[in-house]
Each structure stands twice: as C-alpha cells, then as structure tokens.
C-alpha cells in the first residue's frame, strides 16, 4: 500500500525493544611523526602435567614440563601423565604458539588445551589421586615509536584461576589494563617508548583425595592474539590487501603495514569478496576509548566475520556529525552475516552503486544519518532475521533513489524518522513476515505525481 498524501504517515507504532548499542566519542592523542622499531623483549609458552592414580608414583613427584626456547618463533607441545594405579587418573596438556617478528611489527597467535580426569572411588583416598594439566603463554614488545596494537584472549573451563591479563602504557602512562579477566579485547596506540603485553594461564585439576573432593572430569583451553605495529607518520589511508579473508588486526593486510586506528580511513577497493575477521580487530571497551574510524568499501564485497562472538562488532565514529564514518559505493556490497555494525552516520551510494545486506542475527545500526541513495543508487537489505536499527534516514537524497527491503520472519528494521523520497522516487517493501518500525514516514519533498513507494504485504507486519 502507498501513503495517502506526502505529509507524514504512519507505517507501523513504535516498538522500541531489544536492540541498544553505545559509541565512544573519545579519541586518542595524535601520533608522534616517527615510525616505530617493534622489538620482543621477553616471551615464553610452556605446558605442564601431573596425576596419581591412587598410589605413589616417584614419576610423577614433580609436573612434568615442556617449555619454549628463549626468543622462540613456534612452539609446539603435547604430552600427557597417565600412571599406573586402582583409580586410573590422566592429566593432558597441549599447546600451539608462533611468534612472527619483523622489525616493523610482532604477530602471534597460540591456542592451548587442557583436560584432568579422575574417578570417584566409593573409599576416596587421603593421597595420591588427583590429575593437573595447565599451559600458558607470554609476550611483551616495545616500541621506539608510535605504534598500533590490537590484542585479545580468551580462557575457558572451570577452575578460577585460569585468566587473562593485559597492559598496553606509554610515557604518558596507562592506555589499556586487563588484570586476570577470563576474556579481554582491547586496541588502540602507544607513543613512542611504549610496551605492550599479554599473559595467558589456563589449568585443569581434579582430585578424589578425601580433604579435597572434586572428582570427575575438565577440560579447558585458550586462545591468544597479538599485534603491534609502527604507524607510518603521515599515512592516514589504509587500503585493504588482505585478499580474500584476513584478519582486520593483522598489520600485513593493509597498505601502508599497519592497523587503522584513530582518524584512520580504511579503504576496501580492490574488487571481489573480502571476508574480514573482527575477532581480534577494535573492539572498543568503555574503559579504553579510541577515535574515529572511517571505512570506505568500494567495487568490494566485504563480510565482517567474527572468530569469537562478543567481539565481533566493528564500531565507527566520524570526526563530525555530519561526515560519514561508512561510505558505501562504486558497486560495493557490506554484507553483515555474521558480525554487526555500527556507525555514526553513513552513505549508501554516494556516485555509484552502493548496497548493505544484513541476514541472520546481526545488526547494522547508525546513530546519525543514514543516507541510502545521493547521486548514486543505495540499496538495503534486511533478510532472515536480520536487524537494522536508524535514526533518521533519507532516501533519494540526490539524483538516484534508495531503495530497502525487509522480508522474512524475525527481520526487522527501526527507524526513528524516515524520509522515503525526496528529489528521485524509492521504495520500500516489505514482505514474508518482515517488519518495518517507524513513528513516521515523509514524502513531502517528492513531486506529486511520484510519491513514496511503501508496499507492506499481507503477510509483513
């Protein structure tokens, strides 16, 4: 169906329930003009077992211990303790760490595994029979000069004392401080002299020793990233060579080398498809705000993917309002299928083609202005059950139109003001159980033979 007259009509009432996001607006002090030397100074990775099966086993006095070398570029370990005894325990550790250090930058990556397994006898023992597993991973850089870093970790299984610590600080001190959390993702820069670190612990252990009864089994892990990179003194663009999937945090897949950070503009323009791990990328935390980051995706299709869940949100400010921080364009297509999104404000066709999907449980949300269609066509799609959240939008701004879709059970797109068409005539459709939520939607600027194109099918809401 299509408004009665140009004047404001109402589409659906409001529900306003459910979605809520929050956008830093601090920003970091500006770099200094040198680029940084990245050097280790201390790292380390080891894994670490224990048991006894119900007897004193002179093998297994002490843990037994598998440490990396001194300055170590890969590491790998798995051993397991599995002694003789009436009640069979087993304690098992494994672990995978690499560390890559080029002058410019250090990347590393380490996962490890832990299990401890011991049964519950019907006359527990007052000795011997408990099993202990444990791994844990370290590294500390410096940097002569400014420099980006980006790291997260995360620990899993029962026992409290597994943990996550994290210290980024400069001359000017502290930047980013995580002590013995279960999961941190922080990034943000270091002024010249600054060190960044990260130690990671995990442990299992079960005992079937009367005084200290916690039979049964555990299994816990955890996975570290890490990366610090000079920042290049007057290079403000990034343009995006990571090929065809990446990690946003890794320094190697931009141009110049480094991480877009404050004030930064990331360009996506090589053509094709690009999947991009936010996993590890800028996960802003309250604690540690960051300044704006402005993404321009062109002739590129990009899938903001996250490796772990609670960090998998790519959050983008403007340095005013009313300068997009998201420029869609030139046939570039954001599809958010598994991450989500928000900006400040956006444009969606600026000259050229430019289109956002959004499927599955993700969210893209703008704060400001959305603008779908100037001079060039905008498209956005809201499919199974994906949400968007805006609060104004104007359609058809300039002399090409925007067009939206929301359709399939569970999608939904809130805006708080919607301006369906201006100069050039756009649409919006909804259908198959799509919902469409504003208070308002305007159509007083198209001409009166063309005026907004809202369709809602029977079996939309």
Same mark, same amino acid.
């Given at each position: 169906?299509?408004?009665?007259?140009?004047?404001?009509?109402?589409?659906?009432?409001?529900?306003?329930?459910?979605?809520?996001?929050?956008?830093?607006?601090?920003?970091?002090?500006?770099?200094?003009?040198?680029?940084?030397?990245?050097?280790?100074?201390?790292?380390?990775?080891?894994?670490?077992?224990?048991?006894?099966?119900?007897?004193?086993?002179?093998?297994?006095?002490?843990?037994?211990?598998?440490?990396?070398?001194?300055?170590?570029?890969?590491?790998?370990?798995?051993?397991?303790?599995?002694?003789?005894?009436?009640?069979?325990?087993?304690?098992?550790?494994?672990?995978?760490?690499?560390?890559?250090?080029?002058?410019?930058?250090?990347?590393?990556?380490?996962?490890?595994?832990?299990?401890?397994?011991?049964?519950?006898?019907?006359?527990?023992?007052? $000795?011997?029979? @408990? &099993? #202990?597993?444990?791994?844990?991973?370290?590294?500390? %850089?410096? +940097? =002569? /000069?400014?420099?980006?870093?980006?790291?997260?970790?995360?620990?899993?299984?029962?026992?409290?004392?597994?943990?996550?610590?994290?210290?980024?600080?400069?001359?000017?001190?502290?930047?980013?401080?995580?002590?013995?959390?279960?999961?941190?993702?922080?990034?943000?820069?270091?002024?010249?002299?600054?060190?960044?670190?990260?130690?990671?612990?995990?442990?299992?252990?079960?005992?079937?020793?009367?005084?200290?009864?916690?039979?049964?089994?555990?299994?816990?892990?955890?996975?570290?990233?890490?990366?610090?990179?000079?920042?290049?003194?007057?290079?403000?663009?990034?343009?995006?060579?990571?090929?065809? $999937?990446?990690? @946003? &945090? #890794?320094?190697?897949?931009?141009?110049?080398?480094? %991480?877009? +950070? =404050? /004030?930064?503009?990331?360009?996506?323009?090589?053509?094709?498809?690009?999947?991009?791990?936010?996993?590890?990328?800028?996960?802003?935390?309250?604690?540690?705000?960051?300044?704006?980051?402005?993404?321009?995706?062109?002739?590129?299709?990009?899938?903001?993917?996250?490796?772990?869940?609670?960090?998998?949100?790519?959050?983008?400010?403007?340095?005013?309002?009313?300068?997009?921080?998201?420029?869609?364009?030139?046939?570039?297509?954001?599809?958010?299928?598994?991450?989500?999104?928000?900006?400040?404000?956006?444009?969606?066709?600026?000259?050229?083609?430019?289109?956002?999907?959004?499927?599955?449980?993700?969210?893209?949300?703008?704060?400001?202005?959305?603008?779908?269609?100037?001079?060039?066509?905008?498209?956005?799609?809201?499919?199974?059950?994906?949400?968007?959240?805006?609060?104004?939008?104007?359609?058809?701004?300039?002399?090409?139109?925007?067009?939206?879709?929301?359709?399939?059970?569970?999608?939904?797109?809130?805006?708080?003001?919607?301006?369906?068409?201006?100069?050039?005539?756009?649409?919006?459709?909804?259908?198959?159980?799509?919902?469409?939520?504003?208070?308002?939607?305007?159509?007083?600027?198209?001409?009166?033979?063309?005026?907004?194109?809202?369709?809602?099918?029977?079996?939309?809401?």
């Amino acid at each position: 169906m299509a408004p009665a007259n140009a004047n404001e009509s109402r589409i659906l009432a409001s529900r306003r329930a459910g979605l809520a996001a929050c956008l830093l607006a601090a920003a970091l002090a500006a770099p200094l003009p040198a680029a940084a030397t990245i050097n280790v100074v201390s790292s380390g990775a080891q894994t670490s077992v224990q048991a006894m099966s119900g007897v004193f086993d002179f093998g297994f006095v002490s843990a037994l211990v598998e440490a990396a070398p001194p300055g170590f570029a890969d590491f790998e370990s798995d051993q397991a303790a599995a002694p003789a005894g009436p009640f069979p325990s087993s304690a098992e550790a494994s672990q995978q760490a690499s560390v890559s250090a080029n002058g410019t930058s250090v990347v590393a990556v380490a996962s490890g595994v832990v299990r401890a397994v011991v049964p519950l006898p019907d006359e527990p023992p007052l $000795s011997n029979l @408990f &099993a #202990d597993g444990s791994a844990s991973f370290s590294l500390a %850089v410096t +940097a =002569s /000069g400014p420099a980006s870093f980006s790291i997260s970790a995360q620990v899993t299984g029962l026992d409290p004392g597994s943990s996550v610590s994290i210290s980024c600080s400069d001359a000017s001190g502290p930047v980013a401080t995580v002590d013995f959390e279960r999961a941190a993702s922080v990034s943000g820069r270091i002024a010249a002299g600054g060190l960044c670190s990260v130690s990671v612990f995990v442990i299992a252990r079960r005992s079937g020793r009367l005084e200290q009864l916690e039979p049964g089994e555990d299994t816990a892990g955890f996975q570290a990233n890490f990366a610090v990179a000079d920042l290049p003194p007057e290079d403000d663009e990034f343009t995006w060579v990571g090929g065809t $999937s990446g990690d @946003f &945090a #890794d320094p190697g897949n931009w141009s110049p080398n480094g %991480v877009p +950070a =404050s /004030g930064d503009t990331a360009n996506f323009s090589q053509g094709g498809s690009a999947t991009v791990g936010l996993a590890n990328a800028l996960a802003a935390r309250e604690a540690f705000p960051r300044g704006p980051v402005e993404v321009l995706l062109e002739r590129t299709r990009v899938n903001l993917d996250p490796v772990q869940p609670q960090a998998g949100v790519l959050r983008l400010l403007s340095p005013a309002l009313d300068d997009p921080s998201l420029v869609v364009n030139s046939g570039g297509v954001l599809l958010l299928d598994s991450g989500s999104l928000t900006a400040q404000t956006a444009l969606i066709g600026e000259d050229g083609l430019g289109t956002v999907n959004v499927t599955g449980a993700n969210l893209f949300q703008t704060d400001g202005r959305l603008v779908i269609g100037r001079d060039g066509e905008g498209r956005l799609n809201v499919s199974g059950g994906g949400n968007a959240l805006s609060d104004e939008v104007v359609m058809g701004e300039g002399s090409a139109p925007g067009n939206a879709i929301v359709a399939g059970n569970g999608s939904l797109w809130i805006a708080s003001r919607l301006h369906v068409s201006r100069p050039e005539p756009s649409t919006v459709h909804g259908f198959s159980g799509g919902e469409l939520d504003t208070p308002a939607a305007i159509g007083d600027r198209a001409p009166p033979s063309e005026l907004p194109d809202v369709t809602i099918d029977p079996d939309a809401k």
